[in-house]
């Protein structure tokens, strides 16, 4: 009896270490196939490991509740994660030696399969609950319907005695081991959504001011040659009007609109935000100077089409655009932009001016594009 004590409390001691190495692979490391490996690896060796303390042993054959693991890995780590840690279990199942042993890969692999059926019916669907982790128990335990492979002599000892503690144990093993796996995947999940809303305006869905900023240093520390590097202020005129006049309803889809319209005409690896109120910023990496004033003048034109899809036909826009032939501090490119869309504001409004500083930070003379003229080509 003290024998299954120690083996129960080792394998809870192993299960936790195993939830708790689950944790910090999800808090330090990104992107799902690399989780995915590390998930099957640290359950790979879990499975490994509760090989060293069998429950029993049957006329040679080693009885330990690695299946478990597979299991959950396939559950838990997907098809990636599964298959590396059902190789990690496989093999060390196969150089134990055991003349039976191709029986119990073909086990364990029965045991990976059933887990990621469960996870394509209930995992993916969100529902995971102490009645979805039981039937994950009864799933991987359908793995030992491989024991038939066995001699027929062996038939009655396993299926009296080893299956029915095996089945236990994978039950009561899915409800605790997978309840700690999904414990962490939910807490990281909370973080990731906390942290959306802090970095994320809630109206248009794109970056706010601090957000932004984090992702302009980090590109603008990524940048080394290439055609320059254009930071934009776009700023909707008499933005307070259109409030006034149309109701603030209307004033929301228009910033929608135009959130809209931002994505939609820059390049994926470009940063987009909304700073407050009706002011957006762009940044735009690797970007020539006369290709940075073409976005912008497309930009502008842009909230032109959203005004009138919106009902709003007076809606303008001033933008403000900071180009320097290399990456600067986010101040000095905010301050060198709205210098511009100042200047903008001040002749007219409804254009696009443009301040160039070189790296030293000295103002160059900036360009405008003339005001008005909505329809004149541009190129797409």
């Known amino acids: 009896?003290?024998?299954?004590?120690?083996?129960?409390?080792?394998?809870?001691?192993?299960?936790?270490?195993?939830?708790?190495?689950?944790?910090?692979?999800?808090?330090?490391?990104?992107?799902?196939?690399?989780?995915?490996?590390?998930?099957?690896?640290?359950?790979?060796?879990?499975?490994?490991?509760?090989?060293?303390?069998?429950i029993m042993f049957v006329h040679g054959l080693q009885i330990d509740p690695r299946n478990l693991f597979v299991g959950c890995a396939g559950a838990f780590a997907g098809p990636v994660g599964?298959?590396?840690?059902?190789?990690?279990?496989?093999?060390?199942r196969y150089f134990e030696g055991d003349p039976s042993a191709y029986v119990c890969v073909l086990s364990l692999f029965v045991a990976t399969a059933a887990g990621l059926v469960w996870r394509s019916l209930c995992w993916k669907r969100g529902k995971v609950g102490a009645v979805q982790l039981l039937l994950l128990g009864l799933g991987i335990s359908l793995s030992y319907v491989c024991t038939f492979l066995l001699p027929r002599e062996d038939w009655r000892v396993v299926f009296s005695s080893a299956i029915p503690f095996l089945t236990i144990t994978n039950v009561i093993g899915t409800l605790v081991l997978g309840g700690f796996l999904e414990r962490e995947r939910r807490r990281r999940l909370r973080e990731d959504h906390l942290k959306d809303q802090a970095s994320v305006d809630p109206l248009t869905g794109l970056k706010n001011r601090r957000a932004f900023e984090t992702a302009y240093e980090a590109t603008a520390s990524l940048q080394s040659a290439s055609l320059g590097m254009a930071f934009i202020l776009i700023d909707l005129d008499h933005f307070k009007k259109v409030n006034d006049t149309y109701g603030h309803a209307a004033g929301d889809r228009v910033l929608v609109g135009v959130a809209g319209k931002l994505v939609s005409r820059l390049r994926d690896f470009d940063l987009t935000a909304r700073f407050g109120g009706e002011e957006f910023a762009v940044c735009l990496p690797d970007t020539g100077r006369e290709d940075a004033m073409m976005i912008a003048e497309r930009l502008r034109r842009a909230v032109i089409e959203v005004g009138k899809s919106a009902?709003?036909?007076?809606?303008?826009?001033?933008?403000?655009?900071?180009?320097?032939?290399?990456?600067?501090?986010?101040?000095?490119?905010?301050?060198?932009?709205?210098?511009?869309?100042?200047?903008?504001?001040?002749?007219?409004?409804?254009q696009v001016i443009v301040d160039s500083i070189d790296v030293g930070g000295a103002a160059m003379l900036p360009p405008a594009v003339p005001p008005g003229e909505p329809d004149r080509s541009v190129p797409a």
């Open 311 to 350: 009902a709003v036909p007076e809606l303008t826009a001033s933008i403000g655009i900071c180009w320097t032939p290399s990456p600067v501090a986010m101040r000095k490119a905010f301050d060198s932009a709205d210098r511009a869309l100042y200047r903008a504001k001040l002749n007219g409004r409804n």
């Open 82 to 92: 599964g298959a590396i840690s059902f190789a990690i279990a496989a093999a060390t």
């Open 1 to 54: 009896m003290s024998q299954y004590v120690i083996m129960t409390v080792n394998f809870a001691g192993l299960m936790a270490l195993t939830a708790i190495a689950f944790g910090l692979v999800l808090k330090s490391v990104t992107g799902d196939h690399a989780q995915q490996a590390l998930f099957g690896v640290v359950l790979g060796l879990g499975a490994a490991f509760v090989s060293l303390q069998p």
